[in-house]
C-alpha cells in the first residue's frame, strides 16, 4: 500500500513540476523573441535543444536514483531516451527546426492550453466559482494555439509576431491556471471535509455480568480427646442429700 502511494506522489510531483518548467520557458522565450531583437531563433533553438538533451539525461538519472524500475508504469526512462533523441535531431537539423518554429509553437501551446482545460473541467465539477476564470483562459488559450496552427494570414498581417505572443501569453495564463486549480481544489476539499459528518462511535456492548461464586465454607473437625487428659472428677456430695447417711 505504502509503495503505491509513493508512486502516485513521485507521479504527481515530476508532473506538477514538468508544467512549470514548460510555462515558464514558453513565457521567457516568448519575451526574449518579443523584446529582445538581438535574439535569434537559431540560437533559440539551440538553446532549446539543449535543454532538451539535460532534460533527457536528469530524467533517466532519476529512472534509477529513484528505483523507478522497480515501480509499475513509470516511464522516466523512456521519456529521458525521447528528449535526448529530439535534442540531437534538433541541433542537427537546427535550420529545419527554424523554419518549423510556427508550428512548433502552436503545438507546445496547444499541449498547455489543454492542460488549462482540464484546470477548468476539475474547477466546474467542484463548483468552485473561479471557473469562470479558468475558461477564459482556456478560450483564449485554444484559440491563439489553433490559429498559430492553422496560420490564418489575416490574424498574422493584423498582429505582428502573433506566434511569440501567442507563446508569451499562454505560458503565463499555465501558470495562472495552475494557482486557480490549486486554491479552489484546496477550498472545496476543505469545505467537503467540514460537511462531511463524524462517524458515531461504536457502540459498546454490555458486559456480561461474571455469575456469582459461592464458596463452600471449610470443613470443621473438632480435636478428638487427648488420651492422656485426667479423668473427670465426681460431683462433691451435697451435705442435704437425704440418701447421706
Same mark, same amino acid.
Given at each position: ?108 501551446? +496547444?499541449? +498547455? ?64 491556471? +495552475? ?22 462511535? !461504536? ?20 480435636? !478428638? !480427646? ?8 465426681? !460431683? ?10
Amino acid at each position: 500500500m505504502s509503495n503505491g502511494n509513493s508512486e502516485t506522489g513521485v507521479k504527481k510531483r515530476d508532473g506538477l513540476i514538468l508544467q512549470i518548467v514548460i510555462s515558464v520557458v514558453c513565457a521567457a522565450v516568448g519575451i526574449l523573441l518579443l523584446f529582445v531583437q538581438e535574439v535569434q531563433e537559431s540560437t533559440l533553438c539551440s538553446i532549446f535543444c539543449y535543454v532538451l538533451l539535460a532534460a533527457g539525461v536528469v530524467s533517466i538519472i532519476a529512472f534509477f536514483a529513484t528505483k523507478g524500475h522497480r515501480r509499475l508504469h513509470d516511464y522516466r526512462f523512456a521519456y529521458g531516451v525521447v528528449l535526448l533523441v529530439l535534442g540531437v535531431v534538433g541541433l542537427i537539423r537546427a535550420d529545419a527546426l527554424v523554419a518549423g518554429l510556427t508550428v512548433c509553437i502552436g503545438l507546445v501551446t +496547444l499541449v +498547455l492550453a489543454v492542460v488549462i482545460l482540464q484546470g477548468f473541467v476539475q474547477l466546474r465539477v467542484v463548483g468552485n466559482r473561479i471557473w469562470i476564470v479558468e475558461l477564459v483562459l482556456t478560450v483564449l488559450s485554444l484559440a491563439g494555439s489553433i490559429l498559430v496552427l492553422l496560420s490564418v494570414k489575416p490574424i498574422f498581417n493584423l498582429i505582428k509576431d502573433f506566434p511569440y505572443w501567442v507563446l508569451t501569453c499562454v505560458g503565463i495564463f499555465s501558470l495562472v491556471s +495552475l494557482l486557480l486549480v490549486w486554491a479552489g481544489l484546496k477550498y472545496s476539499n476543505r469545505e467537503v471535509k467540514q460537511e462531511e459528518p463524524e462517524a458515531p462511535a !461504536p457502540a459498546c456492548e454490555p458486559v456480561p455480568e461474571a455469575a456469582p461464586v459461592f464458596e463452600e465454607p471449610a470443613p470443621t473437625f473438632d480435636a !478428638p !480427646p487427648a488420651d492422656d487428659a485426667p479423668p473427670a472428677e465426681p !460431683p462433691a456430695e451435697s451435705a442435704d442429700d437425704p440418701f447421706n447417711g
